[in-house]
């Protein structure tokens, strides 16, 4: 069964063909490099992109397949959440296209997609586990107890995880998104130089808070700056390696806390912080300790991608669940929201 895979809810053009929920046969990303002089994306600029990339990238992802719409069992496409310009782009067309053809149109929650992420591989999680989705746009705790059905159990009351490394990043000068440049700055940089805050709120908790955290680095580098010369015992990389280490263990005490508090033994991490290798190093380590099980997507599927959307797709079509052509877009869709009814 060959599902083509449709993302267009940030500034990632892709499109996917997956055979039987599995085999990724083709996977092309198109990044949009116009917001880096924005320092952040910029809704008007990402929606115009998709329109004018979207159509050359499902081309070139039947291509690369080796396929034509003729073979397609159907298709998926992000519905949301995202930038609801970019989401109506993608919508759009895998309607239009989906309707020309007579194919089955899957609407995928975007969160969802994420998790399915880790499904790629030879050694995919077993249900029922926990999941961090850290990602420029979300940072939560999941309970995903089997396909299609999640529930809500921590989020960020703020920032974002990867929204406070883009912040910083370009506070910093380094530019934006932040992510690969604050972790490569701070290979070179004392992770114990600065003290900066980690908000673990209360005991029980399971809710993060960035804001803190992003505003104690802003504030520190203001003053850096003002006394910054060849002489200064505080580095660049210094900045960048205490803060990346304060927004980790955020992350890993939130999640190890709750694991322990629902005695779940398996762990994912999805979205595109995920590619952080200090993220996924020190987790390791902790989660070892622990005797706990952790698995993470690969990078090239951690950030925005069609082959997600077209794996989370396939199981909707093997659930019977099929979009109606009337469907809108959602840019603010709960993962909790695709629950199977009745449950």
């Known amino acids: 069964m060959m599902i083509l895979g449709i993302e267009t809810s940030c500034d990632e053009t892709s499109a996917a063909v997956v055979e039987s929920g599995r085999k990724i046969v083709s996977n092309v990303i198109l990044s949009q490099m116009e917001h880096e002089t924005y320092g952040g994306v910029v809704p008007e600029i990402a929606s115009r992109a998709h329109v004018q990339n979207l159509a050359p990238v499902v081309e070139s992802a039947l291509e690369e397949a080796g396929i034509g719409i003729d073979r397609l069992h159907g298709i998926a496409v992000t519905r949301g959440p995202g930038l609801p310009g970019s989401l109506i782009v993608g919508l759009s067309f895998a309607k239009v296209m989906a309707g020309i053809k007579g194919l089955p149109l899957m609407a995928v929650n975007h969160l969802e997609a994420h998790l399915t992420a ?7 999680p077993q249900y029922p586990f926990l999941a961090l989705l850290v990602s420029g746009g979300h940072t939560c705790l999941i309970h995903s107890r089997f396909q299609g059905d999640h529930r809500l159990i921590g989020t960020t009351l703020d920032d974002a995880a990867g929204e406070a490394f883009d ?21 070179c940089g004392s992770k114990d130089k600065l003290d900066f805050p980690r908000a673990y709120l209360s005991k029980d908790s399971l809710d993060f808070s960035f804001s803190g955290l992003k505003t104690a680095v802003s504030l520190f580098v203001k003053k850096w700056q003002s006394r910054h010369d060849v002489n200064n015992e505080v580095k660049l990389a210094d900045i960048a390696a205490s803060f990346q280490e304060a927004a980790v263990d955020v992350l890993i005490h939130k999640l190890m806390l709750a694991r322990k508090k629902m005695e779940i033994p398996a762990v994912v991490v999805a979205g595109g912080v995920a590619c952080n290798n200090r993220l996924r190093a020190k987790l390791l380590e902790m989660a070892s300790a622990e005797s706990a099980q952790v698995f993470f997507p ?25 979009a109606d052509l009337s469907m809108d877009v959602r840019s603010k869709y709960p993962i909790q929201d695709i629950l199977p009814t009745g449950s």
């Open 118 to 124: 880790n499904f790629i591989g030879d050694t995919p």
């Open 167 to 187: 912040k910083i990043s370009v506070f910093l000068g380094l530019g934006y998104p932040g992510g690969a440049v604050i972790e490569k700055q701070a290979e």
């Open 298 to 322: 690969r990078p090239e599927y951690c950030t925005d991608n069609g082959a997600m959307i077209a794996m989370a797709g396939y199981h909707r079509l093997l659930r019977g669940e099929h």
